[in-house]
């Protein structure tokens, strides 16, 4: 027995071993049950949407459907939809510009290396999600993680830290998904008002399109989009699609095209 095979072992003693569910041939085979789907990132069904899926297949020709991007954007993958998409999410949260991702992961995983180094300060709430923290470790940032919603906690963790570093940044998210708690973005935004180094990385996957009155989230829903220096959100949840964005500046949107591996790559 290889030690791959020791491993997986394991994981079906402690009742952690993982299975990939047909979930199609689960529904076929009870076909005369309808089944809701609890456990779905598409919060408002709209995947299974018929008449949304039909309506939108009916935009699609053979001109203006692309099934391959050819190449990374850098190269030349960047077409007149990327743009104009970039433009109208900008425009809606009243930021400088937007930047477009493949998905809620590589957004995550790419963005918090390219924006810190060895002089930045990660504070990150121990229950932020994995893409966050694959992120911070592929990061040269030292990452303190604070307890859960503690923000007496956190405060400490800035006056403690802030001289040493030439930022630190906030890393949570503004609705978790597995207990559905919600972060106070105003107590947040009221610690860098305080300490001037101190930036914010909001990650609203769980939040946009079904919070605040245009949809745009908890950031929206609380006033203060513009207090929030890197605002995180997915289309892979609420609006039953696929991708990711960044709303942030028009310098940080050119820093990142630069230095984001996903993007690059």
């Given at each position: 027995m290889n030690y791959l095979e020791e491993k997986l072992n394991k994981k079906k003693v402690s009742g952690n071993y993982r299975l990939l569910h047909d979930i199609d041939a689960i529904q076929n085979s009870n076909s005369e049950n309808e089944f809701v789907n609890l456990s779905s990132n598409d919060y408002?069904?709209?995947g299974n949407d018929i008449q949304l899926r039909e309506e939108f297949l009916q935009t699609l020709t053979a001109s203006n459907f692309r099934p391959t991007s050819?190449?990374?954007?850098?190269?030349?993958?960047?077409?007149?939809?990327?743009v104009l998409f970039e433009k109208e999410l900008a425009s809606a949260f009243g930021a400088?510009?937007?930047?477009?991702f493949s998905c809620g992961y590589h957004a995550n995983a790419g963005i918090i290396p390219a924006i810190t180094d060895e002089n930045t300060l990660i504070l990150a709430d121990k229950l932020i999600h994995a893409s966050m923290i694959d992120g911070i470790k592929l990061s040269s940032a030292k990452c303190i993680r604070y307890r859960h919603l503690d923000y007496d906690q956190?405060?400490?963790l800035i006056a403690q830290h802030h001289p040493n570093y030439h930022s630190i940044l906030i890393i949570t998210e503004s609705i978790f998904s597995m207990d559905g708690d919600e972060t106070d973005l105003l107590k947040l935004v009221d610690l860098k008002k305080r300490y001037p180094n101190v930036l914010l990385y909001i990650d609203e996957a769980h939040s946009f399109g079904v919070r605040g009155a245009n949809g745009l989230g908890c950031c929206e829903e609380q006033g203060c989009i513009s207090d929030i220096d890197y605002i995180v959100g997915t289309f892979g949840k609420a609006l039953a699609s696929i991708g990711a964005f960044l709303i942030s500046t028009r310098i940080v949107r050119e820093f990142l095209i630069n230095t984001t591996r996903p993007c690059i790559f």
């Open positions: 408002l069904g709209l050819s190449s990374s954007r850098l190269l030349t993958g960047n077409t007149r939809e990327y400088e510009s937007a930047l477009l956190l405060e400490r």
